[in-house]
């Protein structure tokens, strides 16, 4: 009885602790066909959203055609359009030799979708039109 409980218990911890968090999914790009991508994201408790995107299979940007000296990570909003929320970036490099690279950031804004460009600017303000990889559509509350 007490194992019965235990395990229940422990799967009803498991539930919320899942449930603070929304696992997103990428689409297949038609420029990098092996690129697969995720995200967690979650709202934390001053109504901020806590972004971990992980990206594998990536190809370095600059074998890309035409090559483009990074990955820029974009998020849409409800409300305040288009956002640039940062690079992807590896352990080594811009995408490690194991082709795997991150991004982990916090915006006020609510994510509506994400997408990642391969851009020769990390810092620009809109987004080009090389479209590696984009999300389906998030719904956070």
Request: aromatic share 8%; with cysteine; hydrophobic share 45%.
């Amino acid at each position: 009885m007490k194992t019965i409980l235990f395990s229940l218990v422990a799967f009803t911890i498991m539930l919320a602790f899942d449930s603070c968090s929304k696992k997103i999914a990428f689409g297949v790009s038609s420029i990098a066909p092996a690129a697969k991508a995720s995200a967690k994201i979650k709202k934390d408790k001053n109504k901020n959203y806590a972004i971990d995107l992980s990206v594998m299979h990536l190809a370095n940007p600059e074998r890309l055609a035409p090559p483009r000296k990074y990955y820029v990570v974009w998020m849409v909003t409800e409300r305040n359009g288009t956002k640039n929320i940062g690079q992807i970036k590896s352990s080594s490099s811009l995408i490690s030799s194991t082709l795997k690279g991150s991004l982990k950031t916090v915006t006020s804004f609510r994510p509506a979708e994400l997408f990642i460009t391969a851009e020769d600017d990390a810092n620009i303000q809109w987004p080009g039109s090389m479209v590696v990889l984009k999300s389906d559509a998030i719904n956070i509350k």
